[in-house]
């Protein structure tokens, strides 16, 4: 299990199991976000909101929303935007900043070269 919170406790995610490894990406937002990745399906992860709901952002090719606490302002997690079968769209991406620590620590970290070549680098 891989629990993870924004810094108010607004928003929470519980995913069913641990992912093998983590995603460290360097596109234009990832690296802003200083976000790191773990992915599941959609339907192995449950998302619980407080009292606000999250918003979402998105850009370019409009593919993904990347969600933020409408309270405290952490990026959470981001979900595709298209529809079905599409690839990549049964995910949802949890940003394991917002995890314990200790729940993470063990869990190797890819890079992903998001910004030029699309390919993982390690």
């Not at 959609?42 to 593919?63: C, H, L, N, R, S």
């Amino acid at each position: 299990m891989l629990t993870a919170s924004c810094h108010c406790g607004n928003i929470s995610i519980v995913a069913n199991n641990k992912p093998q490894t983590l995603t460290s990406c360097n596109c234009s937002i990832c690296n802003r976000y200083g976000a790191i990745w773990a992915y599941f399906k959609t339907a192995d992860v449950k998302i619980k909101v407080k009292k606000a709901q999250p918003k979402a952002y998105f850009w370019g090719d409009e593919m993904i929303n990347f969600m933020h606490c409408s309270v405290c302002g952490c990026v959470t997690h981001y979900t595709g935007r298209g529809e079905g079968d599409q690839e990549g769209m049964d995910r949802v991406a949890v940003n394991t900043r917002m995890s314990p620590i200790n729940e993470v620590a063990d869990i190797p970290i890819r890079h992903f070269d998001g910004a030029d070549t699309w390919t993982f680098l390690d």
